[in-house]
C-alpha cells in the first residue's frame, strides 16, 4: 500500500468531516486525467482500491483528501511521475512574467519590513529549482531556500543558492521574511509545519502564504458535469484545499496575524503580471481587498 489516510481536520482537529466525492483512482473520470497530466507515468496497479475523496470539516469548513500517498509514493510522484526535466525547463525557459513577477515579489519585501535588503534574512521554503532565490539574491538579500528533492536542491546550489537541509535543525539562525509558494497544498501536515515556520521568524518577521483558491470547488465538485482538473484539487497533489477563510484560520492556529495586503504585488487579480500603469496600479488597489478577503496569497505577521 502507497498510501495513507488522513480522518482528521489538520486545522482544527475535528473528527466531523462530510463526504464531497469520492471516486475511485480508476474510475475513468479521474483515471483519464491522471493518465494524460503525468503522460502514461503512472503505474495503474499503484491506485487501484484506492479513491479520490475530497471531504469538508463541519467544523472549520477546511477541504482535503484523506488518501494521500505516503513518503515512498509522494517520492515517485515528485521524482519519476512529474518530469523532473520538464518542470526545470519550463523555469528556464519561462516568459518574462515569471521573472518580473519575483523582481516585484522580492522588491516589496525591503519596503515591507523597511530595512535594507543587506539586513534582511530570507528563507525559501519550497524552492524548487530557486529561481525566487536566485532573484532575491540580486537584490542584496541574505537568502537560503529548503527543498526535499535532491536534483532542485543540487541544481540551486550549483547556482549559488544556499540550501537550508532541515528546517528543524537550523539552530539560532531566525529569518526576517519566509517565502511559502505553493507549498502549503501540497504536505501532509500543514498546520504542523506551518508552526515550525513561524518558530523561524524573527520577532517583527513576515511570512507569506501562497496556495490556489479553492473557493467554489466544493460547488464545482457537485455539479454533473464536473471532471478533475488541475486546480486547487488536483488528485494526488493538492491534497489540501484552501479557501481565504481556511488558511487565515490555519494562520490564526499557528499566531499569525493578516498584515495590510501591500498593494504593489508581484501578480495581479488573476495571477496575471501587471505593468506600472495607471490601470494596473487601480486594479491593485481593488485586488489588495480582493486578497485580504477572498485572495489565498496572504501575508502574515507574528501576533
Ligand atoms: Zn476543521
Redesign the pocket.
Known amino acids: 500500500m502507497m498510501f495513507e489516510y488522513r480522518s482528521i ?6 473528527e466531523q ?1 462530510e463526504i464531497l466525492l469520492s471516486l475511485h483512482f480508476t474510475d475513468p473520470l479521474v483515471w483519464n486525467f491522471l493518465a494524460n497530466y503525468y503522460e502514461n507515468k503512472i503505474d495503474r496497479q499503484v491506485l487501484i482500491d484506492t479513491k479520490y475523496e475530497l471531504v469538508k ?6 477541504i482535503w483528501q484523506p488518501y494521500i500517498l505516503n513518503s515512498e509514493g509522494m517520492d515517485m510522484l515528485y521524482n519519476q511521475w512529474i518530469s523532473a526535466e520538464q518542470s526545470k525547463i519550463k523555469k528556464q525557459e519561462a516568459d518574462i512574467a515569471l521573472y518580473s513577477g519575483y523582481a516585484r515579489q522580492v522588491e516589496l519585501i525591503a519596503y515591507l519590513l523597511k530595512k535594507k535588503p543587506s539586513n534582511i534574512d530570507i528563507l525559501d521554503f519550497g524552492m524548487g529549482w530557486g529561481y525566487w532565490c536566485m532573484m532575491a539574491k540580486a537584490f542584496g538579500y541574505k537568502v537560503a531556500g529548503a527543498e526535499i528533492s535532491l536534483e532542485r536542491i543540487a541544481y540551486a546550489q550549483n547556482n549559488g543558492v544556499e540550501v537550508i537541509e532541515d528546517i528543524t535543525q537550523v539552530g539560532e539562525r531566525r529569518f526576517d521574511f519566509i517565502n511559502a509558494e505553493q507549498v502549503f497544498e501540497h504536505i501532509n501536515q500543514p498546520l504542523y509545519t506551518l508552526n515550525i515556520l513561524v518558530g523561524l521568524l524573527k520577532k517583527d518577521g513576515i511570512i507569506r502564504l501562497s496556495v490556489p483558491n479553492g473557493q467554489g470547488i466544493e460547488s464545482a465538485v457537485k455539479k454533473v458535469k464536473w471532471r478533475p482538473i488541475h486546480d486547487a484539487v488536483h488528485p494526488l497533489e493538492h491534497i489540501n484545499c484552501f479557501t481565504n477563510k ?1 488558511l487565515m484560520r490555519m494562520a490564526g492556529l499557528a499566531g499569525l496575524v493578516p498584515i495590510q495586503q501591500p498593494h504593489m504585488l508581484g501578480q495581479g487579480l488573476l495571477g496575471k503580471s501587471y505593468n506600472r500603469n495607471l490601470k494596473s496600479w487601480v486594479t491593485s488597489l481593488g485586488g489588495k481587498y480582493y486578497r485580504r478577503y477572498w485572495g489565498t496569497t496572504l501575508y502574515f505577521q507574528r501576533s
Open positions: 481536520c489538520d486545522i482544527c482537529g475535528s468531516a470539516c463541519r467544523q472549520c469548513g477546511f481556511t
